[in-house]
């Protein structure tokens, strides 16, 4: 697996470094509006740890900042009040999913009637 990059976009966030439109933060986890949104509202939700990707977090992570971070997720969701109407998560991990930033991160995407869930080949 790819060694974590302290200089990744996330990590510099995380750090203070770069600003973002903050949404939720507690101990385990950052979520911030996405700088190029794919939905009215597409919200991303990073782990605090050096984690490349869902297979480094879920092989590396420990049991408190696994459970935290993914109680996050549901957390910020449901203060987005997109539990009722609904909302799609995803996570791309590695180059066959385009991931961009080497930092895990999950996408919610929601707003609105987002269809299909992929386009196909
Ligand atoms: P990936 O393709 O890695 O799953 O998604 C990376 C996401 O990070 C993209 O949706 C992109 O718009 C977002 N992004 C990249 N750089 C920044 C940034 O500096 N700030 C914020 N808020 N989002 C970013």
Same mark, same amino acid.
Do not use: W
């Given at each position: 697996?790819?060694?974590?990059?302290?200089?990744? !976009?996330?990590?510099?966030?995380?750090?203070?470094?770069?600003?973002?439109?903050?949404?939720?933060?507690?101990?385990?986890?950052? =979520?911030?509006?996405?700088?190029?949104?794919? $939905?009215?509202? &597409?919200?991303?939700?990073?782990?605090?740890?050096?984690?490349?990707?869902? $297979?480094?977090?879920?092989?590396?992570?420990? /049991? /408190?900042?696994?459970?935290?971070?993914?109680? =996050?997720?549901?957390?910020? $969701? =449901?203060?987005?009040?997109?539990?009722?109407?609904?909302?799609?998560?995803? =996570?791309? &991990?590695?180059?066959?999913? &385009?991931?961009?930033?080497? &930092?895990?991160? !999950?996408?919610?995407?929601?707003?609105?009637?987002?269809?299909?869930?992929?386009?196909?080949?």
């Amino acid at each position: 697996m790819t060694a974590y990059d302290q200089n990744n !976009i996330f990590a510099r966030i995380l750090r203070g470094e770069i600003p973002c439109k903050k949404v939720y933060e507690d101990d385990h986890a950052l =979520a911030f509006h996405d700088i190029n949104p794919q $939905a009215p509202i &597409h919200v991303l939700v990073i782990p605090k740890g050096p984690y490349v990707s869902m $297979a480094d977090f879920t092989a590396n992570a420990p /049991d /408190d900042l696994t459970l935290g971070f993914f109680r =996050a997720v549901g957390k910020v $969701a =449901a203060d987005l009040e997109l539990t009722e109407p609904g909302y799609r998560i995803l =996570a791309n &991990h590695g180059p066959d999913s &385009h991931q961009e930033v080497p &930092h895990l991160h !999950i996408h919610i995407f929601g707003g609105k009637r987002l269809g299909p869930m992929l386009v196909r080949a």
